[in-house]
């Protein structure tokens, strides 16, 4: 999508293409410049061109700035036809077709515009959803905020039919039609519903392309985290829930305290549909849902579905919660009736061996299967476990700290250096077999300081790729490629809270594939046609989601 700040940029480009364009079609605009008073043409100093004659009575009748910006070239001839690009619109001369449209009709950029995307992903045809107009004409239907846009400022005429479902394009809620493309922004012009109007004109002259699509795939979800791939096809996810009324713990994350509730569940996400097939789980949280912890992660293997509890604190902190504590800080099997049964406490493994020699910590994050055994990232452990299948727990690998730079704002001398931990969080096996582990990091959150390890029983393990921030989630694709999922991209410790996803190749190099649109992303799965899911706003209860990305 157009960045606003680069409008000047592709105007000016704009301008240089209709040049040689206009050149035998039209007069020059600049012969206007000065006569803006001239009743037949109207012309602006922001793009130095000018609307006239029956484009100008069609411009100014249905919408003008508002709907279609400025003109960014001049009146010239396009496939036979005399058009005038605008930035959000291409006017047509058809004279006699549409007489009561002042013999314009409009181009239809939105379908050109999408025309490789036609028929997938949030282009393909849609049931109707309730409360919503379906056009069976193009089988998408019109919701909300975008249809009273619709509805209000031209309907079919103006905007055409839709074309498209809504989803999230560069980080905005967009929906395509024929001649438009809507942008929700909601507070940004309350006049108009909410609804911006995407500048296709500028795209189709510049030939700029949108990039990744975000579509939505689920919605409320409470808290989700770790998500897998099942052997039906469907998308599992952890959701670790909204605590509840207690008993409670002092907040690891800072003030207050966080509270325990039955709240935990796993969600399975087919065909639109959420069902949560096993709920009760065991959640610890702030009020309103905030700093979540419960289940972590899930996977689902022919034996069975199985997932890990989280704690984020010394075990022994979990006797403060009573019975239910000692359900903190393990791993479980999901039974066939949605209830849970504890098979293995690794939060006791860190006590008793605390493989990291620091503070007894344990938070089991990521976790895997191979065969009948399993591997668990312990990022409060700061280590790779292995558990047998008769659950004795072993450990593969250790993350200690390193010394980094102290942040200014701590007020110490400069060169002061202080321990930062690893926190492994994203876990996955690689085609090759072996374990790769992405460090979240600890405070201080040094940008470019995360890695991911390459991890083989019996071998050290050796730095894979680096140069990452704040690593939650990776996975593999079917092309064999890691793909790496960053919670904030920019640091936890920054205002801003964008999310990154990145493709790394086998020497280590990475590509960034999408920034804008991911915000708090706690969640990575890669299904076998390369589809990817992210869980977003996956610390923020009520707004989380799962998106998929269309590239």
Not at 232 to 240: M, S
Not at 379 to 405: E, K, Q
């Given at each position: ?13 704009a ?18 410049a ?98 919503c107009?379906?056009?069976?004409a ?15 400022f ?26 438009a ?16 109007l ?9 030939g ?40 409670c ?129 312990d ?27 102290a ?70 694709g ?43 992303s ?10 990817t ?19």
């Open positions: 999508m157009l960045k606003r700040h680069s409008l000047a940029v592709l105007l000016a480009l301008m240089a293409l209709a040049t040689v364009a206009t050149a035998a079609a039209a007069p020059s605009d600049s012969t206007l000065g006569q803006q008073t001239e009743a037949d043409c109207i012309y602006f100093e922001a793009t130095q061109h000018s609307v006239c004659f029956g484009f100008k009575a069609y411009w100014e009748k249905f919408g003008g700035l508002a709907i279609f910006g400025y003109p960014i070239t001049g009146e010239f001839v396009e496939n036979g036809v005399t058009v005038q690009y605008f930035e959000r619109a291409r006017f047509e001369w058809h004279p006699g077709v549409w007489p009561e449209r002042y013999d314009v009709l409009q181009g239809l950029l939105g379908t050109q515009l999408a025309a490789d995307r036609l028929g997938t992903g949030p282009f393909a045809p849609a049931a109707p959803v309730q409360g107009t379906f056009f069976g193009t089988g998408h239907n019109l919701c909300a905020g975008f249809q009273s846009y619709w509805e209000k031209g309907g079919l005429a103006i905007f055409g039919y839709p074309i498209s479902e809504e989803f999230v394009e560069d980080g905005v809620t967009v929906q395509y039609f024929e001649r493309r809507f942008e929700w922004h909601p507070g940004v012009w309350p006049e108009r519903y909410d609804v911006l995407g500048l296709l004109g500028v795209r189709a002259i510049s700029e392309q949108p990039g990744p699509q975000f579509v939505p795939i689920a919605a409320e979800l409470n808290n989700p985290r770790g998500m897998t791939i099942g052997p039906d096809g469907a998308l599992y996810v952890a959701e670790a829930g909204l605590g509840g009324d207690g008993p713990l002092p907040n690891p994350e800072g003030d207050g305290e966080v509270c325990y509730g039955p709240t935990g569940s796993i969600a399975r996400i087919a065909d639109g549909q959420v069902e949560r097939i096993a709920t009760g789980l065991p959640s610890l949280a702030a009020p309103g849902g905030a700093s979540a912890t419960g289940v972590q992660d899930v996977i689902v293997t022919e034996d069975g579905i199985y997932a890990v509890i989280g704690l984020g604190a010394d075990p022994a902190a979990r006797e403060q919660l009573g019975d239910v504590g000692a359900d903190f800080g393990t791993l479980v099997r999901i039974n066939d009736d949605g209830t849970y049964t504890v098979l293995v406490d690794i939060a006791a493994y860190e006590t008793a061996e605390n493989p990291e020699p620091a503070a007894v910590d344990s938070n089991p994050y990521s976790l895997v299967a191979v065969d009948d055994h399993f591997i668990v990232a990022a409060g452990g700061n280590d790779l476990l292995h558990i047998d299948g008769n659950g004795t727990i072993t450990t593969l690998a250790v993350f200690g700290p390193r010394m980094v730079d942040p200014p704002f701590l007020g110490l001398p400069p060169g002061t250096q202080i321990p930062m931990e690893a926190v492994p969080t994203g876990l996955t096996v690689g085609p090759d077999g072996a374990f790769y582990v992405g460090e979240l990091t600890g405070f201080p959150f040094q940008v470019g300081a995360a890695r991911v390890w390459r991890v083989v029983p019996g071998e050290d393990p050796e730095v894979f790729a680096e140069g990452f921030t704040n690593i939650v989630d990776t996975a593999f079917p092309d064999g490629r890691l793909y790496v999922l960053e919670i904030a991209a920019d640091s936890l410790l920054s205002e801003t809270s964008p999310g990154a996803l990145y493709r790394v190749e086998a020497d280590g190099t990475k590509t960034l594939l999408a920034r804008d649109g991911l915000v708090m706690t969640g990575l799965a890669i299904d076998d046609e390369g589809t899911y992210i869980a977003n706003f996956g610390v923020v209860p009520g707004m989380s989601q799962v998106v998929g990305l269309f590239e």
